[in-house]
């Protein structure tokens, strides 16, 4: 194994060629003894494969996520890359100074206060005691752990203890940072401000984000790995890669779900519809009139949009529609559409729930609903069946988006995945007066007033 990156490309930050790493696993301790005994004459552990021939490269400036299930090897991966693990083979290349947020316990010795233990990482990580004293009150600062700074680490709540590794490795100027999911300790304040420091971090340096959760890969990476029984099952955009993975999920949990107990809802709930509550902006007609007005280009359904599922009903259309029932293929936000969706049922099922997301462009969802607190429908074969989802059009910052339709057999939490298609719907928002957020909700009043005069 190489780390100092002499081998590396200047533009290469991560570089790793076949690496492996096995596990010995020794059955009773004695076995371990007894290896030793036999100096390798006979074998006493097993052999556990925790990666196996894994080749990435990760360019400086990329914010690549990994994904996986527990146990696929993600906290071995990130330890070898930070040199505190050895590959068993493979070489593993680092071109920069690597500060890594791995699990929580790593990294900090417990016996040592906060104070001793920042200046024993910043160290390591390659800061004099000068440049460490010099960053020490922004660290306490930014960890906002106040006296328990000066307690042994040992006494900290596993809050306080993420709080105090982050703000090390937020100032220690590093080119590459690795974060496992660590994050999700903090309260959401601390959260938000860890993201906003990794957001300015990502404009320059390298980021290796690992997480089970695929908005937040979605939303953070470009480039994502999906790792799998310690193999990469596919590294590609983190749009792909994220909807590979859950519908990883999908087909195992359908496999352990053969037969399952589906308790149907009986009662059909309908909407209230009351038009002289719904929300419009007042600026709505105002906003219209200008070239802020949000004109959404619709693109009609696509059939060969990818999807997936066990195929118990077949979708054979989806669109847009305006309020007497025509198809659209603009929309301006603000105004009433309806998401159509046409389907034939390949089986008889007892409970369909049939639901949609509207996700950006980096696959992240911003809204969706679904049919299952509406009603539930029983279709027998050949069954014809539409569902009509009525909303107001939100207004959309410009940026492309995609509707995705998904139609379930069962309840929310127990149910077979019959059809979902992935980015069945794409449309572009072109003009927008939404310029912060992911959407715009409606204002019902805005005031700005002089209170000094009447
Ligand atoms: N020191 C070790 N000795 C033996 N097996 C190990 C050791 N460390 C990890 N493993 C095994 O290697 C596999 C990968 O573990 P790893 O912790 O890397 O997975 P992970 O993807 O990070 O999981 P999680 O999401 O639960 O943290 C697991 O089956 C684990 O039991």
Not at 27 to 49: I, T, W
Not at 217 to 238: P, S, Y
Not at 248 to 271: D, F
Request: with cysteine.
């Amino acid at each position: 194994m190489s780390s100092d990156g002499n081998s590396l490309k200047n533009d290469i930050a991560i570089k790793l060629e076949g690496v492996c790493k096995y596990f010995q696993i020794y059955e009773k301790p004695h076995h371990r003894l007894m290896q030793g005994l036999f100096r390798g004459k006979k074998q006493f552990y097993k052999e556990f494969k925790a990666l196996e021939d894994i080749s990435l490269e990760i360019k400086k400036g990329e914010t690549v996520g990994i994904i996986g299930r527990n146990g696929a090897g993600k906290s071995t991966l990130l330890q070898i890359i930070c040199g505190t693990m050895s590959p068993t083979f493979g070489t593993v290349n680092i071109n920069g100074r690597i500060a890594a947020l791995l699990e929580l316990g790593s990294g900090f010795n417990p016996e040592f206060t906060g104070r001793e233990n920042v200046f024993m990482n910043g160290a390591i990580l390659g800061l004099t005691k000068a440049e460490i004293e010099d960053r020490f009150d922004k660290i306490a600062a930014f960890a906002e752990i106040g006296d328990f700074i000066d307690q042994p680490v040992k006494t900290y709540s596993s809050g306080m203890y993420v709080r105090l590794a982050f703000a090390v490795i937020a100032h220690v100027d590093a080119d590459i940072l690795i974060i496992d999911e660590a994050l999700s300790v903090g309260d959401a304040f601390f959260t938000q401000k860890c993201m906003r420091f990794l957001r300015t971090f990502m404009k320059h340096g390298t980021l290796l984000f690992v997480s089970h959760d695929n908005s937040a890969i979605t939303n953070l990476c470009e480039r994502a790995v999906w790792l799998d029984t310690g193999k990469v099952r596919i590294a590609a955009d983190a749009k792909t890669v994220c909807e590979k993975y859950f519908e990883g999920l999908y087909a195992a949990q359908q496999n352990v779900q053969n037969n399952p107990s589906l308790s149907s809802m009986n009662t059909e709930m309908k909407l209230k519809k009351d038009s002289s509550q719904e929300f419009v902006d007042g600026r709505l007609a105002f906003i219209n009139s200008t070239q802020y007005r949000n004109d959404i280009k619709l693109f009609q359904f696509d059939p060969d949009a990818e999807s997936f599922g066990a195929g118990g009903v077949e979708i054979t259309d989806i669109s847009l529609c305006n309020e007497s029932g025509e198809k659209l293929s603009w929309v301006v936000g603000g105004e009433v559409a309806s998401l159509l969706v046409t389907a034939k049922a390949k089986e008889n099922l007892g409970s369909l729930i049939v639901g949609f997301f509207v996700k950006d462009r980096l696959g992240q969802t911003i809204f969706g609903d679904n049919t299952y607190f509406t009603k539930a429908l029983s279709v027998t074969t050949d069954d014809q069946f539409f569902t009509k989802f009525i909303f107001r059009f939100p207004l959309l910052p410009v940026g492309d988006y995609s509707i995705s339709v998904a139609m379930a057999d069962g309840t929310h939490t127990d149910h077979i995945q019959h059809v979902w298609i992935h980015d069945a719907i794409i449309f572009k928002s072109e003009a927008s007066s939404i310029v912060h957020g992911l959407l715009g909700i409606p204002m019902l009043d805005i005031q700005l007033n002089n209170i000094n005069k009447k």
